[in-house]
């Protein structure tokens, strides 16, 4: 990983909201400087930092934003094969629908149909805006893009 990620990953879950946020916003700008994809391995283990401290973050606003860093990296690179979700697949049952639809918006990201019964277990939830999220997430996961991703959801 780049010395200047490691930097700015050092001690950001003892960092302020507003530090976290600015060290986030920064981490941001690094992965999406490497659109032409020279830096794959360096995006993965960014990412891979990014997934593991999503369960430690209760403020929404940094959640948002790690999401959104994570997502944008999908959008931006197809070497994110090996990024394990696990920890944040561990927090759906105990999730809001927010978490919930950003969650499923992030797995139908990867085009792994190994995620479909996760996303299907969401197809009649209570919620409608989940049950919403879960039908085009299945239906985005069928139809893989030859070219990189360059559009955004907006989340919640």
């Given amino acids: 990983m780049n010395q200047t990620i490691q930097?700015?990953?050092?001690g950001i879950g003892q960092c302020s909201p507003e530090e976290k946020a600015n060290?986030?916003?920064?981490?941001?700008?690094?992965?999406?400087s490497g659109a032409d994809n020279t830096h794959n391995e360096e995006?993965?283990?960014t990412v891979q930092e990014l997934v593991n401290?999503?369960?430690?973050?209760?403020?929404?606003?940094?959640?948002k934003l790690l999401f959104r860093n994570i997502s944008a990296a999908y959008t931006q690179t197809s070497g994110l094969a090996d990024i394990q979700l696990t920890p944040i697949l561990e927090m759906l049952n105990e999730s809001g629908?927010?978490?919930?639809?950003?969650?499923?918006?992030?797995l139908s990201l990867t085009y792994n149909i190994?995620?479909?019964?996760?996303i299907s277990r969401y197809l009649y939830y209570a919620d409608d805006k989940v049950r919403e999220v879960a039908i085009n997430a299945l239906t985005f996961m069928q139809h893989k893009p030859s070219q990189k991703r360059s559009w955004d959801y907006s989340f919640n």
């Fill in 7 to 10: 930097i700015l990953f050092e």
């Fill in 114 to 118: 190994k995620y479909s019964p996760v």
């Fill in 97 to 106: 629908p927010v978490f919930i639809c950003n969650t499923l918006h992030l």
């Fill in 23 to 32: 060290r986030l916003a920064a981490i941001g700008r690094y992965m999406r």
């Fill in 43 to 45: 995006i993965a283990q």
């Fill in 53 to 63: 401290l999503l369960p430690l973050e209760d403020n929404l606003i940094i959640r």
